[in-house]
């Protein structure tokens, strides 16, 4: 028997009188790929964040047992920092090559600077 990576049992959340998730129910065995879908406002950020810990949910039960990486849609920038010390940083966080970065600031856009570290950044989750 496989005991899945993660469990998600009758999750429930509502904000005020909206329902968000009514009973959302899954598991993920180790090796598997799962996407989660819908339309805008369906409820996909909210139930990552309640299987990151980041938003409690209201019914329900979710167990992780593995390791789990989550990138929110909202880029993560520290407003104290300049530009190109959130770049440090981040490369830092992320063990990219911090003078290679440093010319690119130098000699290039910040946009593509930005796009550069993003390309490394966790998007979704992984098991």
Not at 59 to 67: F, I, W
Request: glycine share 12%.
């Amino acid at each position: 028997m496989h005991i899945p990576v993660l469990e998600v049992k009758n999750v429930h959340k509502r904000f005020g009188r909206l329902y968000i998730l009514k009973g959302i129910d899954f598991k993920v065995n180790r090796g598997e790929a799962v996407g989660i879908t819908g339309e805008n406002g369906s409820g996909k950020s909210t139930l990552l964040k309640i299987i990151v810990g980041l938003l409690p949910c209201d019914q329900g039960e979710v167990c992780l047992r593995g390791t789990f990486g989550y990138c929110p849609q909202d880029p993560l920038l520290f407003d104290d920092l300049t530009m190109e010390g959130n770049i440090e940083y981040f490369s830092t966080a992320y063990g990219l090559d911090i003078q290679t970065l440093k010319f690119i600031v130098k000699t290039d856009t910040a946009s593509s600077v930005m796009r550069l570290i993003l390309d490394h950044c966790l998007i979704g989750f992984i098991f």
